[in-house]
């Protein structure tokens, strides 16, 4: 069964860093897509970052970044972890929400980015930032 649980949330000061994980059950190359995605209280989810999966990094997939998240955020896959993570940097008060690792087994997800509907959810991790 396939499961993803989030850890690494907490709180820090306007202008510090955290990594969050995500600890992936299953076969990780058999992923299409795997991201980030996030949600502030009283604000719809949001595609933070997303990355096309082992195989297709491999022959040059691509991972995208929302306008938020670029040049801050960076998403990676721990390989001998089997994790899915995201370092962030110069967060912000904005930057508050639960955060969700997401992943999806349909190649279609590659054509759709951020912008497509996955499979598989984990429960959230707090990130809030305080000024």
């Known amino acids: 069964q396939v499961q993803l649980v989030e850890s690494g949330g907490g709180s820090v000061q306007a202008g510090g860093s955290l990594r969050l994980s995500c600890a992936i059950s299953?076969?990780?190359?058999?992923?299409?897509?795997m991201a980030w995605f996030r949600q502030a209280p009283g604000k719809e989810r949001e595609g933070v970052a997303q990355?096309?999966?082992?195989?297709?990094?491999?022959?040059?997939?691509?991972?995208t970044y929302a306008d938020s998240a670029k040049g801050r955020f960076t998403i990676s896959v721990d390989y001998a972890k089997n994790t899915l993570d995201l370092q962030m940097n110069s967060l912000q008060p904005e930057d508050t929400g639960m955060y969700y690792c997401?992943?999806?087994?349909?190649?279609?997800?590659?054509?759709?980015?951020?912008?497509?509907?996955?499979?598989?959810w984990g429960q959230g991790a707090q990130v809030t930032i305080y000024s």
């Open positions: 990355l096309e999966g082992v195989a297709q990094l491999e022959s040059g997939g691509r991972i």
């Open positions: 997401t992943a999806s087994q349909n190649s279609a997800c590659t054509a759709y980015g951020l912008n497509w509907r996955f499979e598989f």
């Open positions: 299953g076969v990780t190359d058999s992923w299409y897509c």
